[in-house]
């Protein structure tokens, strides 16, 4: 599975737009990516999914580069709320379900009054 | 709540001891996921189930590790002879059959082994 990279930290002011990048050089055409957060002490929160195409649901907005080699996830107005880790994964949903599903050290978005 | 259900939300034990812990997956969901998560680290795949079958198992499963998912439905996760390297959250998921179908993870059962 394509590995992913992610920055280990940033900073969002609240009620603007944070902009998580992703990148995953090395994906593959039929591999997904994955978007969880995890805020302390809970389990990881799946966020939104997609191929090709951005997808956007009630929590965010997933924008994949049309070469699929990065993405970004947009949270359109954070809160306080949305200070968490988010994960990025790559995943190829074909066979081994679980051990495709990898997890990285993600990154770490503190979002300020 | 309909989510993914772990008991207990925190475990203490002393090393050498036994211990279990139960999931209860999204009722729909035929596929269930165990991870191990420390400190300032992803989440660690252990094991996977489809309805009652073990499907997988990371390397990371150690022979005091098994667990079972004996009618498909709720699963538990039990640890013998406990040993400090096991502190760690251990993570229920579960997921639709469909291969692109997300996890959807509880909120952890929290081990310390003293």
């Known amino acids: 599975d394509a590995k992913t990279t992610q920055p280990p930290s940033m900073d969002c002011a609240e009620g603007r737009a944070a902009n998580l990048p992703c990148n995953h050089s090395?994906?593959?055409?039929?591999?997904?990516v994955y978007w969880y957060r995890q805020i302390h002490s809970q389990g990881p929160q799946y966020i939104i999914h997609?191929?090709?195409n951005n997808e956007t649901n009630e929590m965010a907005s997933l924008i994949i580069t049309e070469d699929r080699k990065s993405s970004t996830l947009i949270l359109p107005h954070a809160t306080l709320r949305d200070t968490a880790v988010y994960y990025c994964?790559?995943?190829?949903?074909?066979?081994?379900?679980?051990?495709?599903?990898?997890f990285g050290p993600g990154t770490r978005l503190s979002v300020l009054p | 709540d309909t989510g993914v259900s772990q008991d207990p939300r925190h475990k203490i034990t002393k090393r050498g001891q036994n211990v279990t812990f139960r999931c209860d997956p999204i009722?729909?969901?035929?596929?269930l996921y165990w991870y191990r998560q420390t400190l300032g680290q992803g989440p660690e795949f252990l094991t996977y189930?489809?309805?009652?079958?073990?499907?997988?198992k990371s390397r990371l499963l150690s022979d005091r590790f098994s667990a079972e998912r004996p009618k498909g439905s709720f699963s538990t996760l039990e640890i013998q002879r406990t040993e400090q390297g096991d502190s760690a959250m251990y993570l229920c998921?579960?997921?639709?059959?469909?291969?692109?179908?997300?996890?959807?993870f509880g909120n952890g059962t929290r081990l310390t082994v003293t």
């Open positions: 090395t994906i593959s055409g039929n591999e997904y």
């Open positions: 994964i790559v995943r190829f949903p074909g066979w081994a379900y679980g051990q495709n599903f990898v």
């Open positions: 009722s729909e969901h035929n596929r």
């Open positions: 997609g191929l090709k």
């Open positions: 998921a579960s997921s639709w059959i469909s291969g692109f179908s997300p996890l959807h």
């Open positions: 189930f489809q309805n009652e079958a073990q499907l997988e």
